[in-house]
C-alpha cells in the first residue's frame, strides 16, 4: 500500500515538474482523442501548443496571448491572495460583470464629451464597481456568518442578469435599431482601451495585469499583510494571536479581488470587447479560479497558467482552422488538462510513501 | 384571470430537471462536497438518457443509462477530489467543462431524431415527476432517519471528527459524489428525453447552475430543496405566464429575484447560527475542504 | 555541431508549415465564422448547410473551412483574424454579433471580401445579407389563421428585434386576414436558444388557451410541448422534419446556399462588389418546408398561392392599410412598407395588444 504524507512546504522540484508531466500527459492522453476521432495526433498537438507560438501566423497569434491570459491573470492574481487566506471568493464572474457595468456607464455617461479624464474615471469606476460587489459577500460574512463562497456564486447570477438588464434597457445604443447592447466604445477614442503599442496586442488590461503579478508578488512575500495572509490560511487561531483581524482580512481579500475582477471587466468592455451586452460575462471570473489553482496560488505559476489556458484556446482555434477539429474536441481536451494539472498537483504537496515507512 | 392549477402544474414539469440535479447535489454538500460540476453531468445524462431510449425505443431504459452515465462522470471528480486531494472548486469547473464537450463530440450521431414517447403517470403527470416528488421524502428519511445518513452528515459536518469515529471519509463522499452525479444525469435526461424529444448540443443551457443555488436556497434540507426548485422554476413560469397573460413584467429584474431570495435566505439562517447558536440550516461545516487522514 | 543541425532541421520544418505562395491554379478559400455549434440543429446548422452546397457546387475551385461556437465580442476579432491570416479570401460571419469585429478585421485587410449576416455596416469589402423571413411568416400565418378553433396564435420570440417583430407582425396581418376573429399572444424567451425555458414558454401560451404555436426560437422543444398537448406548430430555421405530419404542419426554412453559391461564383469571376442583400422566397433564401396532410387541401392550396405570389412580386406582406398598434396610420391603402421602415421596426400592427418591451 502507498499512502500520502504531506510536506510541510511544497517542493520547488515538484512545483516546475508537475506542470510539465501534466502538458505531457495531457499530450499524450489527447493524442490518443485525436486519433480516435479519425485526426492526425502529432498535427493536433503540434497546432495546439506550437502554431500560436512560433506557426506561420505566429507574429498574430503571440500578442493575442497576451489579449486573452491578460484578464484571467488580473483576476487571478487577486484571488489567489484570499485563496492563501482561506478565504473563498469564487464569485469573481459576478464581480468582472458589474466593473465592465459601472466603468462602461461612466463613459456612456461621458458620450461624446472628449477628455483625457474620461478613461481613468472609467478604470476607477469598474474597480469600485467590482469592489463593491466583492465587499457584499465580504460583508455578509462578517456580520451573518453567511458563507462568501455561496454568497459570492450567488451575485454572479444577480450580475448576469443585471448585465442583459442592462443591455436591453438603459444601456441600450440608441442609434442601435433596436439590437441590444450598447454603444461600441472602441469608436469613442477618450473611453476606449486600444493597443498601446500597434502588433504586441498590449492594452492597459495587460499592464494591469504586469503589475498585479508584480504587486502581489510583493504583498505576498514582503509585506506584514501577506505574512498575515499566510498565517490566516495555514494556521488560523495561531493568526489570531499574532494579531490578525478576520473581519478585516476578509474584507481587504474579497475587496481586493473584487476590485481587480472588476478593472478587467472594464478593460475588456474598453478594449478586445468594445460594448456592453448580455453576453459580457464570457467566463473569464470562473477560468480564473481554474488559473489560480493551477499557478499553485503563485503570482509567477498564475502568469504561466494564465498563458497556458490562453494558448489552448487559441491553438484550438488554430486546430478547427486548420484540421476542422470540432470545438467539442478541443473543449475535451482542455478538459483533459485541467484534470492533468490538478492531478498531478498532489505531488507537489505530498510525498508519497510505502504504508509502513515512516 | 390566471388559473393557479394549470401554474402549478407547468410548475411541477418545469421544475423536474432542476429539482433532480438539486437533491443530488444536496446529498453531496451534506457530505461536504461543493460540486460545481452540475452541469457537466446533467449534459452526460442528457445525452447518454437519450441515446440509449432512442436506441432502445424505451424511455425509462433511457433515465437508468443517465443515472449510470451521470455517476459514472462524476467518478473524474471523485478522482480528483478523493485520491489527489485537488481543490473541489476548480475541480468542479473543469468537469462541467469537460461534460459539455465529451457530450457535443458523442452527440453527433443522434442529432436530429427524435426520442420514444413517454406513457403519462397518474394524474397525466410524467412518472418522472413523480418520481421527483418521491425522491423528496426519501432523501429526507435517508438524511435524518438512517445510520448512513447520519454517518453522511458527520461526515459533512466535520471530517476530522467523523474520521477519528472510524468512518470511512472518502467512501461516503464517492459514494454522495456518485449519488448526486445520478440524480443530475436523471435531471438532464428530463430535458432531452421528455421536453424537448431530441438531443441537441448544450441543451442544459444552465440548468445546473441554478440547482447549485437551489441547494444554498434549501438551507440544506430535502423540503427546501422542493420548495427552491418551485421557487426558481416558479418564477420562469410565472413571468411567462404573465407574459402571454400580456401582463407588462420586468423580465430581468424578476428572474433576479429567486437569486436575492436565496441570499437573504442565506444570511437569516447563517446569522441564526451565529447568534443564537442553535445548530443545523447553515452549509454542513466541512463543505468544499477535501479531507487528509493524518494517521 | 549537433545543436546546429537540431536547428537547423527545425527551421526547415517551420519553412515547410509557411503558407505555401499562391498559385493561379490554388482553389479559392473561403472562410465562415459560427456563432453557434454546427450541431444545433437550427441557425449555425443551416448556415453549415449552405457552406457544404457551396463545396458541392464548385468543387476542387473552392476550399471552405470554419470555426464554431465563436462568442460574440474580443473573440470574434481574434477569429476573423485567424481566417484572414490563414489565406481565406471571403469570409462569411453569420451572428448579428459579429459586426464590429467585422468591421475592425476588415480595415486591416483590405483584400479579404467578407460578408456579414443581418447587419446594417458595409465597406467596400464588407457585403450584408439577410433574408426576408417576414414573407415566410405570412405564409405561416395563413395556415395558422385557417388551423386556429381556439382563434387564439402563440408567438414564441426570441428577443424583441426588428427581425423578430417583422415576423410577429407579418404572421399577425396574414392570420387576421384568413381569420378576422383571432388574436396573437406573444411571450419572450430572451433567448436564442434554451430548451427548457422554450418549453416553459411554450406551455404558458398553451395554458393561455392557444392551439397554434410559432416560434422564433431555435429548439424543438415548442413543438414538443404543442405535440403533448394537441396543438400544433412549426419548424423554425430548419426543417424540424421529425415532428412531421404534426405537431410540425409546416416550417419556414433558412436556406442560404442560393446566396452563399452567388457570391462564391463572384468571386471566382472576379465580379463581387459590396452590397446589401435582402432576398426572400422569390430567391429562394426562405423556403416553406412541406406543408403536411395535418392541414386541408383549401389551406395547404391558399397557403402555397400566397408563397407563390410573394415569390414571384406580385404581393408585399406589408401593404397597407396599416395602422400601428397605437391607432396611428403606417401604410396607406395600397402603400407597401419601405425597407428601412421595416429594418428599424419596433411597434407592433394594429391589432396585436402585447407590448413590446422596451
Redesign the interface.
Known amino acids: 500500500m502507498i499512502r500520502l504524507v504531506p510536506r510541510s512546504t511544497a517542493s520547488t522540484f515538484w512545483q516546475i515538474a508537475t506542470p510539465v508531466m501534466a502538458v505531457l500527459a495531457t499530450m499524450i492522453a489527447g493524442g490518443i482523442l485525436f486519433a480516435i476521432m479519425g485526426h492526425d495526433p502529432v498535427t493536433a498537438i503540434r497546432t495546439i501548443f506550437w502554431d500560436p507560438l512560433f506557426g506561420p501566423a505566429a507574429s498574430y497569434s503571440r500578442p493575442q496571448l497576451l489579449v486573452k491570459a491578460a484578464p484571467l491573470i488580473l483576476i487571478a492574481s487577486g484571488l489567489a491572495i484570499g485563496f492563501r487566506a482561506g478565504i473563498w471568493n469564487i464569485g469573481a464572474e459576478g464581480q468582472y460583470i458589474i466593473g465592465g457595468l459601472t466603468g462602461g456607464a461612466v463613459a456612456l455617461a461621458a458620450y461624446p464629451a472628449e477628455g483625457a479624464w474620461i478613461f481613468p474615471a472609467m478604470v476607477i469606476a469598474g474597480a469600485a464597481g467590482g469592489w463593491a460587489w466583492g465587499m457584499i459577500p465580504a460583508l455578509l460574512r462578517n456580520w451573518f456568518g453567511a458563507s462568501e463562497i455561496l454568497v459570492s456564486l450567488m451575485l454572479v447570477y444577480v450580475a448576469q442578469r443585471v448585465a442583459a438588464w442592462m443591455a436591453f434597457g438603459p444601456m441600450k445604443n440608441p442609434e442601435g435599431f433596436g439590437f441590444p447592447g450598447s454603444r461600441n466604445l472602441q469608436q469613442y477614442p477618450a473611453a476606449s482601451n486600444p493597443e498601446l503599442i500597434a502588433g504586441t496586442g498590449a492594452h492597459w488590461g495587460v499592464v494591469a495585469a504586469a503589475v498585479a503579478v508584480l504587486v502581489t508578488w510583493v504583498l505576498v512575500s514582503r509585506h506584514i499583510r501577506g505574512f498575515h495572509i499566510r498565517a490566516a490560511g495555514s494556521a488560523p487561531r495561531a493568526a489570531r494571536f499574532a494579531g490578525v483581524n478576520p473581519a478585516t482580512l476578509v474584507a481587504f481579500c474579497l475587496g481586493l479581488s473584487g476590485a481587480l475582477a472588476g478593472m478587467a471587466g472594464l478593460f475588456e468592455v474598453a478594449g478586445p470587447a468594445g460594448q456592453i451586452t448580455d453576453k459580457l460575462g464570457t467566463g473569464y471570473g470562473f477560468t480564473a479560479i481554474i488559473v489560480a489553482f493551477l499557478g499553485r496560488l503563485h503570482p509567477l505559476g498564475i502568469l504561466l497558467a494564465g498563458l497556458l489556458l490562453a494558448l489552448t484556446y487559441i491553438g484550438g482555434e488554430l486546430a478547427q482552422l486548420t484540421m476542422q477539429l470540432p470545438a467539442a474536441t478541443v473543449q475535451v481536451f482542455q478538459g483533459m488538462l485541467l484534470f492533468f494539472l490538478l492531478g498531478f498537483d498532489v505531488l507537489t504537496r505530498f510525498r508519497i510513501q510505502r504504508k509502513g515507512q515512516s | 384571470m390566471?388559473?393557479p392549477l394549470?401554474?402549478f402544474l407547468?410548475l411541477l414539469?418545469?421544475s423536474t430537471?432542476i429539482l433532480f440535479a438539486a437533491l443530488g447535489e444536496l446529498v453531496a454538500e451534506r457530505a461536504g462536497i461543493?460540486n460545481?460540476g452540475v452541469e457537466g453531468m446533467m449534459i452526460a445524462g442528457a445525452l447518454a438518457g437519450f441515446a440509449a431510449a432512442y436506441a432502445t425505443g424505451n424511455p425509462f431504459l433511457g433515465f437508468a443509462v443517465a443515472a449510470l452515465a451521470g455517476a459514472a462522470i462524476s467518478l473524474?471528480y471523485t478522482?480528483?477530489t478523493q485520491?489527489?486531494?485537488?481543490?473541489q472548486?476548480?475541480?468542479g469547473?473543469?468537469?462541467t467543462?469537460?461534460?459539455?464537450?465529451?457530450a457535443?463530440?458523442f452527440?453527433?450521431p443522434f442529432?436530429?431524431?427524435?426520442a420514444p414517447p413517454m406513457p403519462d403517470g397518474p394524474f397525466g403527470i410524467n412518472w418522472i415527476v413523480w418520481l421527483g416528488l418521491l425522491m423528496v421524502p426519501v432523501i429526507w428519511w435517508f438524511l435524518n432517519r438512517t445510520r448512513r445518513g447520519l454517518i453522511l452528515r458527520a461526515v459533512g459536518e466535520n471530517h476530522e471528527a467523523a474520521h477519528a469515529l472510524g468512518y470511512d471519509v472518502h467512501l461516503t463522499r464517492t459514494a454522495a459524489i456518485a449519488f448526486g452525479g445520478a440524480m443530475a444525469g436523471v435531471g438532464g435526461a428530463f430535458?432531452s428525453i421528455a421536453?424537448?424529444?431530441?438531443w441537441?448540443?448544450?441543451?442544459?443551457?444552465?440548468?445546473g447552475?441554478i440547482a447549485?443555488?437551489i441547494v444554498?436556497f434549501s438551507s440544506w434540507t430535502a423540503f427546501g430543496v422542493l420548495a427552491g426548485a418551485w421557487l426558481f422554476g416558479g418564477v420562469?413560469?410565472l413571468q411567462?405566464?404573465l407574459?402571454?397573460?400580456?401582463v407588462?413584467v420586468?423580465?430581468?429584474?424578476l428572474?433576479?429575484a429567486p437569486?436575492?431570495a436565496?441570499?437573504i435566505v442565506?444570511?437569516?439562517i447563517?446569522?441564526r447560527?451565529?447568534y443564537s447558536r442553535k445548530a443545523g440550516g447553515?452549509?454542513p461545516g466541512s463543505?468544499?475542504n477535501n479531507f487528509?487522514a493524518?494517521r | 555541431m549537433q545543436r546546429r543541425t537540431l536547428l537547423a532541421s527545425a527551421s526547415a520544418i517551420l519553412m515547410a508549415l509557411a503558407v505555401p505562395a499562391m498559385a493561379q491554379d490554388e482553389p479559392l478559400k473561403v472562410g465562415f465564422i459560427y456563432v453557434g455549434p454546427v450541431g444545433d440543429g437550427g441557425w449555425t446548422y443551416q448556415h453549415d448547410l449552405a457552406r457544404q452546397a457551396v463545396e458541392a457546387e464548385y468543387g476542387d475551385k473552392v476550399e471552405t473551412t470554419f470555426i464554431e461556437s465563436v462568442p460574440e465580442g474580443a473573440d470574434a476579432e481574434r477569429a476573423l483574424t485567424q481566417l484572414a491570416l490563414a489565406g481565406n479570401k471571403l469570409i462569411f460571419a453569420t451572428s448579428f454579433g459579429f459586426m464590429d469585429p467585422v468591421m475592425n478585421v476588415a480595415a486591416k485587410f483590405p483584400d479579404v471580401k467578407f460578408e456579414h449576416a443581418t447587419g446594417y455596416k458595409t465597406a467596400p469589402n464588407v457585403a450584408t445579407y439577410d433574408a426576408r423571413f417576414y414573407e415566410g411568416r405570412a405564409v405561416i400565418g395563413t395556415i395558422a389563421g385557417h388551423m386556429t378553433e381556439s382563434n387564439k396564435i402563440g408567438y414564441i420570440g426570441s428577443f424583441p428585434i426588428p427581425e423578430v417583430i417583422q415576423g410577429i407582425n407579418s404572421s399577425f396581418i396574414h392570420a387576421k386576414k384568413v381569420n378576422p376573429d383571432v388574436e396573437m399572444k406573444v411571450v419572450w424567451a430572451y433567448s436564442w436558444f434554451d430548451p427548457a425555458k422554450e418549453a416553459d414558454a411554450a406551455a404558458a401560451l398553451l395554458a393561455e388557451g392557444v392551439d397554434v404555436i410559432l416560434q422564433h426560437t431555435d429548439s424543438t422543444a415548442p413543438l414538443a410541448k404543442a405535440q403533448e398537448a394537441g396543438a400544433i406548430g412549426f419548424g423554425q430555421a430548419s426543417d424540424m422534419a421529425a415532428f412531421k405530419p404534426s405537431p410540425r404542419v409546416a416550417s419556414i426554412i433558412d436556406e442560404w446556399s442560393p446566396y452563399y453559391i452567388k457570391r462564391v461564383g463572384a468571386m471566382l469571376d472576379g465580379t463581387w462588389e459590396t452590397g446589401s442583400s435582402w432576398a426572400g422566397i422569390g430567391d429562394g433564401e426562405v423556403v416553406i418546408g412541406e406543408i403536411t396532410d395535418a392541414v386541408p387541401a383549401e389551406v395547404k392550396a391558399e397557403a402555397e398561392a400566397l408563397r407563390d405570389k410573394i415569390g414571384a412580386g406580385e404581393y408585399h406582406p406589408f401593404t397597407g392599410p396599416l395602422n400601428k398598434a397605437d391607432g396611428s396610420e403606417w401604410l396607406a391603402e395600397g402603400e407597401t412598407a419601405p425597407d428601412s421602415d421595416l429594418q428599424g421596426m419596433n411597434f407592433f400592427v394594429e391589432g396585436i395588444t402585447a407590448q413590446i418591451p422596451q
Request: glycine share 8%.
Open positions: 390566471i388559473d394549470s401554474i407547468l414539469s418545469a430537471p461543493l460545481l473524474l478522482l480528483l485520491v489527489f486531494l485537488a481543490n472548486v476548480a475541480s469547473l473543469a468537469l467543462l469537460f461534460g459539455l464537450g465529451l457535443a463530440m452527440g453527433k442529432e436530429g431524431v427524435k430535458i421536453t424537448v424529444l431530441q441537441t448540443e448544450g441543451m442544459t443551457a444552465g440548468a447552475w447549485l443555488a444554498v420562469t413560469v411567462l405566464r407574459q402571454a397573460a400580456e407588462d420586468p423580465v430581468q429584474l428572474s433576479m437569486y436575492l436565496t441570499i442565506l444570511v437569516l447563517s446569522a447560527q451565529t447553515a452549509a463543505l468544499g487528509h493524518l
